[in-house]
């Protein structure tokens, strides 16, 4: 495992499974399970105007997420998203017998520091499915209903990005009038399902960076990493950035850029971590550059047993990274990674730079 504590919220909206369970006693010290409904509802992608964006939002009571995603249509296609988080008290009613709802954030999209617009909408479906949840030995734990539609109303999202401005659906708005969406209701009767025994733990063999840097007194970092498994694969990165809160409140912003199926040889490292090499720059247009890494720590190893009777072996180096890995934002522009030490920053910064490889014995 890594020591990256850089945080990172989703380039794809948040999927959230609204089950409760929980044992409550009764009258006649009789104990029975708790009862629970909830609803959310998600869009489908709709096209942001002509950026090449496309909007999804989910949303539930007290959450809503909009996130603004493009996939570069050139090289390995690469993915780059912008999310908004807020959190509107009841922002979510659902009528849990005709699945129509309304969703409306009032003015907790807005506060004195800024003013992020509101959404008013109502949903209407244009039908409906309820099938029952079960454990595999017949415990009933309670239903599902989904329920697709549409959303009509004020959607109006100023984002506080040069490259989207105010985005709305009212006069030449960027966001469709109709947005196709689907509303689920989930009822609990409080059973859980038997604990299965533990399977074997896969045995992955990997290689993998992780640098980053956050501050604690602003909410803002910044994050990098790359890997792959081994002894074949391709190579993942991502490149992610959290803007402060104290700066976006009532919201919270975060960046980030995927990019899968590089080429091996983009990250490697000697055997004994004391060097490696990470390039970004087959993840354009939304990453470029290349970094070395040095290790300044001595190497920590962990055993844990895999299948077959196996075990793997993970070696994990602290140290550093030099170079010009750069993430280039829309709207943002481009925001070097930079040179990252681990830890040799004191508070309010954390800078987290390691380098770990599993093998299979």
């Not at 929980?22 to 006649?28: D, E, H, L, N, S």
């Not at 809503?64 to 493009?70: G, H, M, P, V």
């Amino acid at each position: 495992m890594t020591r990256m504590s850089f945080v990172r919220r989703r380039v794809s909206l948040l999927v959230v499974a609204l089950f409760a369970a929980a044992i409550v006693p009764t009258f006649g010290g009789v104990a029975q399970a708790v009862t629970s409904t909830s609803f959310f509802l998600s869009s489908a992608p709709v096209k942001v105007g002509t950026t090449g964006y496309k909007m999804r939002m989910f949303v539930s009571s007290g959450f809503l997420q909009i996130s603004l995603a493009k996939t570069s249509t050139t090289g390995h296609h690469p993915t780059q998203t912008h999310t908004y988080t807020f959190f509107p008290p009841g922002a979510l009613s659902c009528n849990g017998t005709t699945m129509n709802c309304t969703i409306d954030t009032g003015t907790s999209m807005a506060n004195s520091n800024r003013d992020y617009g509101r959404i008013n909408e109502t949903f209407t479906h244009s039908s409906k499915k309820t099938v029952t949840n079960k454990c595999r030995n017949g415990t009933i734990l309670g239903s599902t209903t989904t329920a697709p539609g549409a959303l009509t109303g004020l959607w109006h999202l100023k984002s506080f990005n040069s490259f989207f401005g105010d985005l709305t659906n009212a006069g030449a708005g960027k966001i469709p009038d109709k947005i196709p969406a689907t509303a689920t209701k989930s009822f609990s009767n409080g059973n859980t399902c038997p604990t299965p025994p533990p399977g074997p733990t896969p045995c992955s063999q990997s290689l993998s960076l992780n640098a980053s840097v956050s501050n604690s007194s602003t909410g803002t970092s910044r994050g990098f990493s790359a890997s792959h498994s081994l002894p074949t694969g391709t190579t993942f990165e991502s490149f992610g950035f959290n803007e402060g809160s104290a700066t976006t409140s009532p919201a919270f912003i975060s960046h980030s850029i995927f990019a899968f199926g590089g080429p091996q040889s983009s990250l490697s490292a000697v055997n004994t971590l004391n060097s490696g090499h990470v390039d970004a720059d087959w993840a354009r247009p939304y990453l470029t550059g290349d970094d070395r890494f040095a290790r300044t720590k001595p190497v920590t190893k962990t055993s844990s047993k895999c299948a077959a009777g196996h075990h793997i072996i993970a070696k994990t180096a602290l140290g550093k990274v030099t170079g010009d890995v750069t993430a280039h934002w829309n709207g943002l522009g481009k925001m070097p990674l930079g040179n990252l030490t681990d830890h040799s920053k004191t508070a309010p910064f954390t800078p987290n730079v390691s380098m770990t490889k599993r093998t299979k014995v």
